[in-house]
């Protein structure tokens, strides 16, 4: 037996719905809508036609237009360079707190040692274990140690936004 149907308010099939039903409930929800306010040379580029001449808008810019007519984020002229940025140079990798770069080391490495001690030396004595482990450790500690110990650093009143 087949499943009813659901049915509208005329006791019609949703798919059997005249086409002037279908065209009268369009028409109410593009009353709906309100008032589009269309622009003439919008309308002109929706019809396909080209437009009469230059856009008002945009008359007074000195920048190529799109190519399809419109402008976009990269529809510009580029200015001008003012003057020539030189960024400083970088501090050389080494010139770091010898303690701080090894507690890094031992914080980041030990872990990734451990990983590797698994997978390619299953059967690692427990001495290479509790070495790693204590690397761990002791690079955390460091870096622990290492935390600034008061709050103002640059100076009294500072409260550390920038701006």
């Known amino acids: 037996m087949a499943e009813p149907r ?3 308010a005329e006791g019609r099939d949703p798919e059997h719905r005249d086409r002037e039903d279908f065209d009268r409930q369009w028409q109410e929800i593009v009353a709906g809508l309100g008032p589009l306010d269309v ?3 919008d309308a002109e580029r929706m019809a396909g036609a080209e ?3 230059p856009d008002p808008a945009t008359a007074d810019r000195d920048e190529a237009p799109a190519p399809d007519g419109g402008r976009g984020p990269r529809d510009y002229a580029v200015d001008e360079d003012d003057g020539d940025f030189v960024p400083p140079e970088p501090p050389a990798l080494g010139s770091g707190n010898p303690a701080i770069v090894l507690s ?4 980041a490495g030990a872990p990734a040692g451990l990983l590797l001690t698994a997978i390619f030396w299953p059967a690692a004595p427990g001495v290479v ?3 790693l482990v204590a690397a ?3 690079g955390a500690v460091g870096l622990f140690f290492a935390l600034p110990r008061d709050a103002d650093r640059d100076g009294p009143g500072d409260d550390g936004a920038r701006v």
């Open 136 to 138: 761990f450790m002791a």
């Open 39 to 41: 622009s003439a040379r």
């Open 129 to 131: 274990l509790a070495v």
């Open 104 to 107: 890094m080391i031992g914080v």
């Open 51 to 53: 437009p009469a001449g």
């Open 6 to 8: 659901d049915r509208d």
